[in-house]
């Protein structure tokens, strides 16, 4: 199943998602959004907020960068063994 991450480029938050999402080798289309947050309607309608970063990976929507992250660790680093 695809990543999707919903950003704007100068968002300090949706940086440190999208540097998560490069360190763990991970695929994901890559949306930027407009800057103003009342334009962001594919934000909205995955989400129900206009806020970024927003990470969808299936069913599952995240709105929040340390939720977002936590998600990724848990589902997509990889385990020694």
């Not at 480029?9 to 999402?21: I, S």
């Not at 989400?47 to 990724?72: A, F, K, N, R």
Request: with cysteine; aromatic share 8%.
């Amino acid at each position: 199943m695809a990543l999707t991450l919903f950003h704007v480029d100068w968002c300090p938050d949706c940086e440190v998602v999208r540097d998560k999402l490069a360190e763990l080798g991970v695929a994901y289309d890559d949306v930027i959004v407009p800057d103003v947050r009342p334009m962001r309607k594919q934000v909205y309608d995955v989400s129900g907020q206009y806020y970024v970063p927003v990470l969808q990976d299936g069913e599952t929507v995240l709105t929040e960068t340390h939720d977002i992250l936590s998600h990724l660790e848990t589902h997509y680093a990889k385990t020694s063994s």
